[in-house]
């Protein structure tokens, strides 16, 4: 049973459920920032996010990380307007950052199936950074392909369509503060 929450944002548009409210996104964002400024005691660290749903994540996180670091983009494209993954990963930007000799922390809102995170770490791992690494927002363990572990995670995620905090629907819903389950 749908519900319709409170919410101008949303223009009438019947969400299920919230499934992280903003507060419980901030905490854990902030744990996140402590995890990995701990896990990189040394070295030239670039924070790459991958465009566009990271782009609220990856601002809030790169503001709890307590050490020097750069921030680049990539942009990939997977999903059209439909809620499945088409598994058609095309990158449009690619980062003008040297990635040689960095530790790379690939930032990412959610692995679904995880096949943007393999082909861009298979691209990534070619250009000999001194380490790579997946932070990802959201995980729905449901990524049989994904070759890569996630070294920092923010949360489980349910195998439902999310929205907010980045994470879209046809380009809607990125500026919710909270995240959502569209079904
Ligand atoms: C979504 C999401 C992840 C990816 C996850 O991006 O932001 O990047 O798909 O799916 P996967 O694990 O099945 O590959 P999308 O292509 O919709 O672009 P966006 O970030 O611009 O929303």
Do not use: W
Not at 26 to 42: N, Q
Not at 131 to 151: D, F
């Amino acid at each position: 049973m749908n519900t319709t929450i409170a919410d101008p944002r949303l223009s009438g548009r019947a969400v299920r459920r919230v499934v992280l409210t903003e507060e419980a996104i901030a905490k854990r964002v902030c744990e996140l920032g402590g995890d990995i400024t701990a896990s990189y005691p040394e070295g030239e660290l670039l924070v790459l996010g991958l465009l566009k749903g990271s782009f609220i994540f990856l601002s809030d996180l790169v503001r709890q990380i307590r050490r020097p670091l750069q921030v680049d983009f990539l942009v990939a494209a997977s999903y059209g307007d439909g809620v499945v993954s088409s598994g058609n990963v095309r990158l449009l930007y690619d980062p003008e950052t040297e990635l040689a000799g960095k530790h790379i922390l690939l930032v990412e809102d959610i692995v679904d199936t995880g096949r943007t995170l393999s082909r861009l770490l298979d691209l990534l791992q070619a250009r000999n950074p001194r380490s790579l690494e997946i932070c990802a927002l959201l995980h729905k363990h449901v990524a049989s392909e994904l070759r890569y572990p996630t070294r920092f995670l923010g949360f489980d995620a349910p195998n439902e369509f999310l929205v907010g905090y980045g994470l879209d629907h046809a380009e809607n819903f990125r500026h919710l503060p909270y995240i959502a389950s569209l079904q």
